[in-house]
Each structure stands twice: as structure tokens, then as C-alpha cells.
């Protein structure tokens, strides 16, 4: 397998944990939203590659539900 291919495939598996984070957050399922964008995340960070600040604005938004799910349990 070449670089390339190698490359293509982290790609697409980052689109993927974005796509399940969107649905995860959606469904207030925050914690778990969270850990799939911060994986897309780090992903895009290692490669290089764009999203970069569309999964850091996701990460905001789902770490601002998860702030208020936590001061509606007080």
C-alpha cells in the first residue's frame, strides 16, 4: 500500500469520526460526541490536512453542551 493510499484512508476515516461526532452531538449524546471529534481532530492535526477548525468548532459547541448538561444536574 503506498503513501498515498495510506493517506487517503486516514482521510476518510477522519471524515467518518467528524460525520459520527455531528450525529453523536445531534442526539445529545455529548460525551461521546467529544471523543470522536477529538480524534478527527488529532488526526487532522498529525496529517496536515483541512478541518482543522471546523472539528475545533464542533469540539466547542459539544464542550459547551457538556457544561450545561452538567450545571442542569446541580
Not at 459520527?20 to 467529544?34: G, P, Q, R, T, V
Request: hydrophobic share 40%; charged share 20%; net charge negative.
Amino acid at each position: 500500500m503506498s503513501i498515498a493510499n495510506n493517506l487517503e484512508t486516514l482521510r476518510y476515516f477522519k471524515s467518518k469520526l467528524v460525520f459520527l461526532a455531528e450525529i453523536a452531538h445531534k442526539m445529545n449524546h455529548c460525551d461521546c460526541a467529544f471523543n470522536y471529534c477529538q480524534q478527527a481532530l488529532e488526526l487532522c492535526q498529525e496529517l496536515g490536512i483541512t478541518l482543522v477548525k471546523d472539528c475545533e468548532e464542533l469540539l466547542g459547541q459539544i464542550q459547551g453542551n457538556l457544561g450545561d448538561s452538567d450545571n442542569n444536574l446541580k
